[in-house]
């Protein structure tokens, strides 16, 4: 299994939940307690052997460009970022990802345990799950008998089972990505807003996606107000 030294950050949306919280920045430099998540979350991949990062960008681009000078980072810019999903991001990012990585969302808090529970795993693909959040704004997963994915959703009337929720950190191998972007690229025109995680579910129709369900795993994702304060309030205690 070859060690993983990529990270790729979803990182392209308006933030517009936020209300003003992140300053006029992108939602990743939102600051906890004095630190962005976008740094937090750098620096605990650092420490986890990760030397390469990608940002895929939008809106105030030239902020991450900026940040990611100090990393020798790659930004690629989702130029129609205000009328497309997180999908597209990754697909605009193709012609530069030429290795297996670690595929992040850039609005997280979360335990660095995380990224060793993927890394370690055997698993060329894998998809972090935790147990129930209570958050809020969950994305529940509906998962087999050998922890593999069938669907997931928002809405959890449309899953046979509730079994483990997506916290927005998966181990992505180069092969899996191309394959993303070749079933992404013809529904775009009917699905702009297409999401990663639902090119996920197109992709375990065909191949097992296995996720790795951590019960008691910490983490949250601060999209408003309402996330913001849970974070300072449950989750960073927590965490540190």
């Not at 129609?80 to 999908?87: K, L, P, Q, V």
């Not at 593999?148 to 089972?161: E, F, G, Q, R």
């Not at 296995?210 to 309030?233: G, M, N, P, T």
Request: aromatic letters at 10%; proline letters at 2%; glycine letters at 6%.
């Amino acid at each position: 299994m070859a060690k993983i030294e990529t990270a790729v950050f979803l990182a392209a949306g308006l933030g517009s939940r936020l209300n003003g919280l992140s300053k006029g920045k992108p939602k990743g430099f939102l600051e906890i307690e004095g630190i962005s998540l976008i740094q937090r979350s750098v620096n605990n991949l650092l420490a986890a052997g990760i030397k390469q990062f990608y940002f895929g960008t939008g809106f105030e681009a030239e902020v991450y460009e900026e940040f990611g000078k100090k990393y020798n980072a790659i930004c690629v810019k989702n130029l129609i970022y205000a009328s497309t999903g997180s999908m597209y991001t990754l697909y605009n990012m193709q012609d530069r990802i030429t290795s297996d990585f670690i595929l992040l969302e850039a609005d997280l808090l979360y335990d660095k345990s995380g990224l060793s529970y993927l890394m370690d795993d055997a698993h060329a693909d894998v998809i972090l799950g935790s147990g129930k959040t209570n958050s809020g704004d969950e994305v529940f997963m509906e998962i087999d008998t050998k922890s593999h994915l069938i669907n997931l959703s928002k809405d959890s009337s449309v899953l046979k089972s509730i079994d483990a929720e997506l916290v927005g950190i998966s181990k992505v191998s180069l092969d899996t990505y191309d394959k993303m972007c070749v079933i992404a690229e013809p529904l775009f025109s009917s699905r702009p807003k297409l999401d990663y995680e639902h090119v996920f579910v197109e992709l375990a129709k065909a191949q097992p996606m296995f996720v790795r369900k951590v019960d008691d795993y910490v983490w949250c994702e601060i999209d408003d107000k309402s996330h913001y304060q849970r974070a300072l309030e449950k989750i960073l205690p927590k965490i540190e």
